[in-house]
Structure formats: structure tokens, C-alpha cells
Nanobody
Framework: QVQLVESGGGLVQAGGSLRLSCAAS????????MGWFRQAPGKERDFVAA????????YYADSVKGRFTTSRDNAKNTVYLQMNKLKPEDTAVYYC?????????????????????WGRGTQVTVSS
């Protein structure tokens, strides 16, 4: 059974930091690009970041570039999202997802339709 479980969300003041984790099981984790998305109330689920299978390629939405960093530990089947300098507009439910198995374009990585299994999400709330 394929499973993704996010953790690490919470309430933080603007300018603060959080580190999200996503533990994966049921697949050969190291074979898949992993992605992070977020969804605020009443809005679409938006791309945040993605990381290549070996972790040597990372991709970010413009809104988080320079503040967020994604990484992975294939030995632990876990992907991370370090979020610094958080802003109130970062408030959302954050999801991780299994992506493609091969090299693909940024446009594909940023599309939710390129991901097939999703976690249940973790809430991040940034107060002003």
C-alpha cells in the first residue's frame, strides 16, 4: 500500500521557520521525483517545490524561492521542506506527493497532474 505521511506543520509567527517531513512507504522511494504542494482555503492546490530522485536537482515556485529548501534522504524514505522567513501568505495545508520516475520539465513538475499519490497534508499557519 502506497502511503505518504506529512508532519511538522504548526503555528508560527511571520519571519519564523518550520521544517516539514514526509515519510513514504509502499514504493521504491528513490525511483520517484517528490513534490510539495500547498492549498489555502478557497484556492487551488499550488506547486511549491520538487526534488529529483537522487536529490541533485531542486525546483521551486517563484513565491518561495530563496526561502524554502527541499531535500530528501533515500535511506530513510523521507523528503523534507525547510521553510524560512515565513509569511502570512504561506498559510496553507502542505502536501507531499509521488511524482514522475524520470527526468521531466519544470512545467510538468509544477503540475499537480504529474503526481499520482498524495499525503493527507499538514497545516501551516503563519501569524502576522
Amino acid at each position: 500500500q502506497v502511503q505518504l505521511v506529512e508532519s511538522g506543520g504548526g503555528l508560527v509567527q511571520a519571519g519564523g521557520s518550520l521544517r516539514l517531513s514526509c515519510a513514504a512507504s509502499g514504493r521504491t522511494f528513490s525511483s520517484y521525483v517528490m513534490g510539495w504542494f500547498r492549498q489555502a482555503p478557497g484556492k487551488e492546490r499550488d506547486f511549491v517545490a520538487a526534488i529529483s530522485t537522487r536529490g541533485d536537482g531542486t525546483y521551486y515556485a517563484d513565491s518561495v524561492k530563496g526561502r524554502f529548501t527541499t531535500s530528501r534522504d533515500n535511506a530513510k524514505n523521507t523528503v523534507y521542506l525547510q521553510m524560512n522567513k515565513l509569511k502570512p501568505e504561506d498559510t496553507a495545508v502542505y502536501y507531499c506527493a509521488f511524482g514522475p520516475t524520470g527526468t521531466t520539465s519544470y512545467l510538468q513538475l509544477a503540475s499537480r497532474y504529474s503526481y499520482d499519490y498524495w499525503g493527507r497534508g499538514t497545516q501551516v499557519t503563519v501569524s502576522s
